[in-house]
């Protein structure tokens, strides 16, 4: 069972270049969302989709483009890199359910270690 | 989503209990507590939740204060693979849900 898988684990650009981190999941997850984690701090997120077609904002959500087009799949672009945007970045998904319901718990990929010279 | 206060670091001598406290006095009524844990870079992962009942599952229990304005994480038998930051989140989750992550508890547990 894959879970939440997100490529590259690695990836070092250079200011100004564009990539897309890609994040897949086989749970048939409705919920989907993607965070950055920097150095000694908490995780912020980013931009997250309640289904295919739905998107929105998270709390830092500049310089990042997402779309969902389908269930599994919820790639994050960065159109222009920035060193502000070294970071290293998670993918989440979770089912949708009433409140306190177990199939809000959300399930993390591994993780992409992003580098922006 | 309510704030929650954890302290920056904690440590435990591995086969004691850990208790890791969490003050969100701003909760709501229909305000659930959640806990996750990020062992050294991987990504978080769930522990448990509650309402306002204590919870235990395989990995933990949750103490919930009557008033909800703190809880306490407690994992009952502390191994050195329990070393990891505990991070606790307070909010209203009917679609999926935000996480709002604060600093989180860098445990240690020594042997």
């Known amino acids: 069972n894959a879970g939440v898988t997100q490529t590259p684990k690695f990836q070092v650009l250079k200011t100004g270049q564009s990539m897309t981190l890609q994040c897949a999941q086989d749970?048939?997850?409705?919920?989907m969302s993607w965070y950055r984690q920097d150095p000694g701090m908490g995780l912020r997120l980013i931009h997250y989709s309640v289904g295919a077609g739905i998107t929105d904002q998270g709390e830092v959500p500049n310089g990042y483009n997402v779309s969902r087009s389908t269930t599994e799949d919820f790639p994050l672009r960065l159109l222009s890199a920035a060193p502000s945007q070294t970071s290293v970045y998670f993918c989440?998904?979770?089912?949708?359910?009433?409140?306190?319901?177990?199939?809000?718990?959300?399930?993390f990929g591994a993780g992409t270690r992003l580098s922006v010279l | 989503d309510a704030k929650t206060t954890q302290p920056p670091s904690m440590d435990c001598a591995e086969g004691r209990a850990a208790n890791l406290p969490c003050n969100h006095s701003?909760?709501?009524?229909?305000?659930?507590v959640y806990w996750y844990r990020q062992i050294h870079s991987q990504g978080p992962q769930y522990i448990i939740h509650g309402l306002k009942n204590n919870e235990t599952n395989e990995m933990a229990s949750l103490i919930i204060t009557e008033d909800r304005k703190s809880s306490t994480l407690i994992l009952p038998h502390a191994t050195l693979r329990d070393t990891a930051v505990y991070y606790c989140?307070?909010?209203?989750?009917?679609?999926?849900?935000?996480?709002?992550f604060g600093q989180g508890t860098e445990l240690s547990v020594k042997p």
């Open positions: 989440a998904s979770s089912r949708v359910g009433q409140p306190g319901s177990a199939k809000n718990i959300q399930y």
């Open positions: 989140i307070a909010g209203f989750y009917n679609q999926g849900g935000k996480l709002i």
């Open positions: 749970m048939n997850h409705e919920y």
């Open positions: 701003t909760i709501s009524g229909n305000e659930y």
